[in-house]
């Protein structure tokens, strides 16, 4: 058997072996391919409103050096990023405003959950404590 | 170099200094081993041919991948376009990026591997295009976890910016050849 039967036989051997191989990652990537594009195809043609719809959840309050952080969890289940998101809480005893903080969010992306931190002076288990999204950037 | 462009600094955290040092020494390995390419060709040594099998070249082609889209995704502005595109800029992009990564596999032809027009287009698309678009996915959303991107999005935010990255990494990948 000459070098070249050899080696034609060696790589024979390795397509062999690799053949699983070469099925295995070429599902994979059609799979992969698949997946992105159905997530495309189903936001396209679910149609529903193209706006930020923010939920501004309290989560906890921690006391720090720096006062009472008021650890805000911010989703967004909505169809648009919203950047530069602006948030506002406010220290509420009935009607007045005792103190008010506010956190701007890089970027809440759609569908996402983020969190922010207020920061106040006052205890905010004593007051009621509201919260809103004053505005953001559209990206 | 870190320290000679002011970005580690005495006031910095033990665990952003291991971070900071952690992400840079990923392009810094692959660009020892440029060098270690590019200086031995120069001196004219006698180049090892090897062939690097299937998996070689999907190693090669991950490694390609990795390369371009970690520069890419240490910025934030791939992340910043992929939330201004619609799902149909996705969808494009997605095929823009095999249509580009094939086109790449049939003229540049990959490592190790055998010559792009024994192959045919169909295995050639399957075995190479899809796979290397596979690891090119997969490394973007590694490097888009590790980065701290992907944590706590929806579908569609996982997967634009993963379609955006990749298309930098699918040209990694299809040009690892030339690269390392």
Sequence with gaps: ?139 | MLSVFGILSPNDGWSEINGKIAVQSVPGAIGAMVARKQFAAADGEPKEKRKAGYWGTIFLMAVGAMYLSLNVVATEEAVLISYRMSPWHGVILVMLSLAVLHGLVYSVGLAGSKEPEKEGFWPLFAFYTLAGYAVSVLSVAYLLWTFGYITGVGATDLAMPVAVISFPAALGAATSRLIL
């Design chain 1, 1 to 139: 058997m000459t070098d070249d039967d050899q080696s034609s036989e060696t790589q024979r051997e390795q397509d062999e072996h690799t053949s699983f191989g070469h099925i295995f990652m070429a599902g994979l990537g059609g799979v992969l391919v698949a997946a992105i594009i159905g997530v495309f195809l189903y936001e396209a043609f679910r149609g529903a409103t193209k706006a930020p719809e923010l939920i501004l959840t309290p989560r906890s309050v921690t006391q720090s050096a720096a006062g009472y952080i008021v650890q805000v969890e911010v989703r967004n289940r909505g169809k648009r990023t919203a950047q530069a998101l602006n948030i506002e809480g406010a220290l509420k005893d009935g009607q007045r405003v005792v103190e008010t903080s506010s956190a701007t969010l890089a970027y809440a992306p759609d569908g996402s959950t983020r969190s922010a931190g207020l920061i106040f002076q006052n205890d905010p288990d004593r007051y009621r404590l509201t919260l809103e999204a004053k505005g953001y950037d559209q990206p």
